[in-house]
């Protein structure tokens, strides 16, 4: 494996999630802290002209509303506070990424979710493919949790979470968490002075579990070290390196590249992450029976395609996980399927070109994509 470097340079690390805390995008008056978010996007238009695709996941929308609104406890004394001060908040940061972001040639563009959305597999892979679709069309992402419809018990609470889970969607490389601390110590460096700092972290265990704190230092946001190593958990989990940084100075994301000081928690090998998540997680649906040639094609990495399908067995949504077996019954792999288990059974056999025609909708040219596959 490739280790990567400081910065995650981008010829590396393709695609990066970028997550900004409440503390760095607000300050304690309630205001944008707008010179500094200039120069994050300063860095992250640099990276973008290096070739790297961005995705920002963005707080600052209940600490920004609550200040709008007068509300005590920075907005989070109860839940209706939360999602009023969501609400009126989220629409202020909009409008600042999108020009700051406009200011450095850079389309933006808002995607707001919900814990339910990327738990539940369909609407998990429609925002996976959003996210392909507006990397590929050279926007950058500004995410959030929909804060003001998402409700206690199916709440991320934390961005950090959040931005683990974007990164899997997207299947980032990276992903960046900007804070108010600049990384992982073996202790509270603010009340122990033996701390020591945690640079390079290749198995979350549970002494590195230990090392958390919980809570928010800055009382702003929610995140503290605990959410953040839940977070690397989430990210190393789906094949996905997590860095935490400080954000508390300008141009943070050079500093950093510059020899900066930042704790890397290091990526499972993909394959058995995501081996691991298919297996482990989901309820097999059904069952697609596919041709000698496909065999060959998915045991070289490829994803199935619909012509490569002799039959369908079981009922199954899409999004639904599905058994792939070989002309003689083994089973070769397990995927998410693009289809239905009724649309999978009219295109078996069939080339991506008549597609179309029998199901009257513009296809999805795979029926397992290879990114959402493992082979068994
Ligand atoms: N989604 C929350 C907001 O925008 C932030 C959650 C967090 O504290 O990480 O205000």
Known sequence: MTHPLPGFPPPQIRRLVIKI????????????REDWLR??????????????????VSSGAIALGARRLNLPKGGRGSLEDAQAAAATGQIALSQCWASLLHAQGITAAQMLVTLDDLEHRRRYLNA??????????????VVNENDSVATAEIRFGDNDRLAARIGQAARADAVVLLSDVDGLYSANPHVDANA?????????????????????ASGMGSGGMTSKIEAAKIATGAGTHLAIISGKIDAPLSHWEQGGRGSIFLAAPVRRARKGWL????????????????????SKGNSLLPAGVAQVDGVFARGDVVDILAPDGRVI?????????????????????????????MPRSVLVHRDHMALV
């Open 21 to 32: 805390g409440s503390a760095l995008l607000v300050d304690p008056a309630g205001q944008v």
């Open 39 to 56: 120069t994050l996007v300063a860095d992250i238009a640099a990276r973008k002209a290096a070739g790297q695709q961005i995705i920002i």
């Open 128 to 141: 996976s493919a959003t996210l392909d679709r507006l990397m590929a069309l050279d926007v950058v992402p």
């Open 196 to 216: 020591m700092f945690i640079e390079r972290i290749e198995t979350i265990d549970a002494r590195i579990m230990a090392m958390a704190d919980g809570g928010s």
């Open 279 to 298: 297996a482990g997680r989901l309820t097999v649906r059904g069952r697609i029976t596919v041709d000698a040639g496909a065999e060959r094609a998915l």
């Open 333 to 361: 792999a397990r995927g998410l399927s693009e289809y239905d288990s009724t649309d999978a059974a009219k295109i078996a056999g069939r080339r991506s070109e008549d597609i179309a025609a029998l199901l009257g909708t």
